[in-house]
C-alpha cells in the first residue's frame, strides 16, 4: 500500500518561508502525479502545486510565483518551498499522489492516495 507522509509545518512570521516535505512509501516506480493540496476547516481542498514524473510543473493561480513544488526521486520525496508567506495561507497541507496522465491536475478527484496532512500557521 502507498503511504505518504508529510513533515515540515508550523508556525512562521507573514513574509517568512517554509519547507514542506513528502516521502512515499510502498511506491514501485514508474510514472506519477505529486501534488500538494490545502484545506481550511469547513472549505474544500484546493490544489496547490503539482508535479508530474517528468518535472512539469502547475500551479494554482493564488501562489502567484511565490511557491516551488520539486522532487527527489531517488528518495521517493516531494517538496513545497514557499516564500513571501501570508495569513491567508494558513492551513492543513496535504500531499496527494497517482498514477499519472500526460499532465497532472489540481483537481482533488485526481488523485488516489494522500497523506494525513501538516499544520501551516502564518502570523501577522
Known amino acids: 500500500q502507498v503511504q505518504l507522509v508529510e513533515s515540515g509545518g508550523g508556525s512562521v512570521l507573514s513574509g517568512g518561508p517554509l519547507r514542506l516535505s513528502c516521502v512515499a512509501s510502498?511506491?514501485?516506480?514508474?510514472?506519477?502525479?505529486r501534488g500538494w493540496f490545502r484545506q481550511v476547516p469547513g472549505e474544500a481542498r484546493e490544489g496547490v502545486a503539482s508535479?508530474?514524473?517528468?518535472?512539469?510543473?502547475a500551479y494554482g493561480d493564488f501562489v502567484k510565483g511565490r511557491f516551488t513544488i520539486s522532487r527527489d526521486n531517488a528518495k521517493n520525496t516531494v517538496f513545497l518551498q514557499m516564500n513571501s508567506l501570508r495569513a491567508e495561507d494558513t492551513a492543513m497541507y496535504y500531499c496527494?499522489?497517482?498514477?499519472?496522465?500526460?499532465?497532472?491536475?489540481?483537481?482533488?478527484?485526481?488523485?488516489?492516495?494522500w497523506g494525513q496532512g501538516t499544520q501551516v500557521t502564518v502570523f501577522s
Open positions: 496527494a499522489r497517482d498514477e499519472a496522465y500526460a499532465f497532472c491536475p489540481l483537481l482533488r478527484a485526481g488523485y488516489n492516495y
Open positions: 510502498g511506491v514501485t516506480g514508474g510514472r506519477d502525479c
Open positions: 508535479i508530474h514524473s517528468s518535472g512539469v510543473t
